[in-house]
């Protein structure tokens, strides 16, 4: 099992910027996948952004591209969303998840992942 806890939503202005963090621990998962996905009610799941635990190899949605930043931090055992530039429309729960299957496929959001967080509220005002 590997669990994910989020942190780091809020409020926050367009044209500003959030930190999401994602505090990873279970199994070993240094072969994972790790993403940052995003939803509003009624809405489909969007996928915003996966990292490559071992590598380092990061992908982006173009919606974020420029923008958001992921990254991982192998100490702390973190996976975080950096926010820039951010605009109402980045309004969402985000979620953070895992993933073992290291494909093409998962670094680009298109499968289910295994392992999900709770989430937490990005609140973006105009």
């Known amino acids: 099992q590997v669990q994910l806890v989020e942190s780091g939503g809020g409020l926050v202005q367009a044209g500003g910027s959030l930190r999401l963090s994602c505090a990873v621990s279970?199994?070993?998962?240094?072969?994972?996948?790790m993403g940052w996905f995003r939803q509003n009610p009624g809405k489909e799941r969007e996928f915003v952004a996966a990292?490559?635990?071992?590598?380092?190899?990061?992908f982006h949605a173009d919606s974020v591209k420029g923008r958001f930043t992921i990254s991982r931090d192998n100490t702390k055992n973190t996976v975080s969303l950096q926010m820039n530039s951010l605009k109402p429309e980045d309004t969402a729960v985000y979620s953070c998840a895992a993933d073992s299957r290291l494909s093409v496929s998962t670094m680009t959001g298109l499968v289910e992942y295994d392992y999900w967080g709770q989430g937490t509220q990005v609140t973006v005002s105009s």
């Open positions: 279970g199994r070993t998962f240094s072969n994972y996948v």
């Open positions: 990292i490559n635990w071992n590598t380092g190899t990061t």
